[in-house]
């Protein structure tokens, strides 16, 4: 199969006009002209990029993580990819043990068989957080870092990242031990400045949805914010609907950061794709209205949104197209170490490609090289 004619955006973001020649699930040639047996497919006119990667995503159209299920990731999975996401990490919540290990084990019975976009490995979203900024997790479930535990779960099926407040007790140690499973991530934290700069010094390298459920940087306290921004090691999560970050703080933030360390993510609940209306995220009540998902209290529950919405919202916000795509694609691949397979469309990665027209709408989408839209 032969994508061509179309603008691309190859392993250096920079755009330009080649064919792309895909054998099987992986990319094969890239160039112009190129020639073959296989199908042609004319993409005059249009942008191929890489697929987007959802690291942080609870679920969507009905379905979440916790639901345990194949019917529920299958739903994922189609879903996700619909919106030009080729790969995801289904994220749990904070929940009993005997529920993550559930979840986890359906999630790893179902890779593999993916009718959408694959599983790249779980996202462990607590349950060792700060019971202070435990935003919408369920503080019936908050516990202290617990490595055996961890570790039992991570042999279940792979964990990609795993969220961690710094200033608990027995964190350093936890991160010293778990980084060498998986990225783990500063999140639900009421940690002070030098507590967060300590933690990236014990194998934290990632921050959770950056200003969500984090002390902020303020004139007299950096925060945990001000730890990350100032940390050219640490990657950090931002939601781009809008809501979650104001468009100026995003300009600021993308600035702050650079083009290779900010990962957009969805942290979507199962109302993604749905109507508003009344319904549950870990155990939760969460009400939906106007798009935003919230507890009873007020309190932020996830969102509603996908990466495709955030992507061109970037672009609506004023941030450059190369940014944004980066920023939905290699950025969060290399944060879960998965970079040397996807994120960018280089010769010997996965085929994860979208296609997208003119007004950015997505026209294509092939996930290791098969066509899914």
Not at 4 to 25: H, L, Q, S
Not at 235 to 252: K, M, Q, S, W, Y
Not at 359 to 368: P, Y
Request: hydrophobic share 40%.
């Amino acid at each position: 199969m032969i994508l061509k004619n179309a603008t691309i955006y190859g392993d250096d973001f920079i755009p330009r006009r080649a064919d792309i020649a895909v054998e099987g699930e992986r990319i094969a040639r890239i160039g112009e002209a190129l020639s073959g047996t296989g199908e042609m497919l004319d993409f005059s006119g249009c942008t191929v990029i890489p697929g987007f990667i959802d690291i942080h995503t609870h679920g969507c159209a009905g379905a979440d993580t916790m639901d345990a299920t194949e019917e529920a990731l299958r739903t994922m999975s189609e879903c996700q990819a619909s919106h030009g996401v080729t790969s995801f990490c289904p994220t749990t919540m904070t929940l009993p043990y005997e529920e993550l290990a559930a979840a986890l084990t359906a999630a790893r019975a179902y890779m593999g068989r993916e009718t959408g976009a694959y599983i790249q490995g779980i996202n462990m979203e607590g349950p060792y957080i700060s019971m202070e900024k435990k935003g919408a997790q369920n503080p019936a479930y908050v516990r202290r870092p617990d490595f055996e535990e961890f570790e039992k779960l991570s042999a279940l099926c792979p964990v990609k990242l795993v969220d961690v407040a710094p200033e608990t007790e027995g964190a350093y140690d936890f991160a010293d031990r778990a980084c060498t499973i998986c990225t783990v991530s500063e999140a639900h934290t009421a940690a002070n400045y030098a507590q967060a700069r300590d933690g990236f010094r014990h194998g934290f390298t990632h921050a959770t949805h950056l200003y969500n459920a984090m002390t902020a940087l303020t004139t007299r306290e950096a925060g945990v914010v001000g730890a990350v921004l100032e940390n050219s090691g640490v990657t950090a999560e931002l939601i781009c609907d809008g809501f979650h970050i104001a468009p100026p703080v995003l300009r600021v933030t993308f600035q702050a950061l650079g083009k290779d360390r900010a990962c957009v993510v969805s942290d979507s609940m199962k109302a993604a794709g749905l109507p508003d209306g009344d319904y549950e995220l870990g155990g939760q009540p969460v009400y939906v209205r106007g798009g935003k998902a919230l507890l009873k209290d007020g309190t932020i529950a996830a969102s509603t949104s996908n990466i495709h919405e955030e992507f061109k919202n970037l672009i609506a916000f004023g941030i450059p197209f190369e940014t944004a795509l980066r920023a939905c694609t290699i950025n969060p691949a290399r944060a879960i170490k998965a970079d040397d397979t996807t994120g960018s469309i280089r010769v010997g990665k996965y085929a994860d490609l979208v296609v997208l027209d003119r007004e950015n709408e997505i026209s294509a989408v092939f996930i290791k090289g098969v066509r899914r839209v």
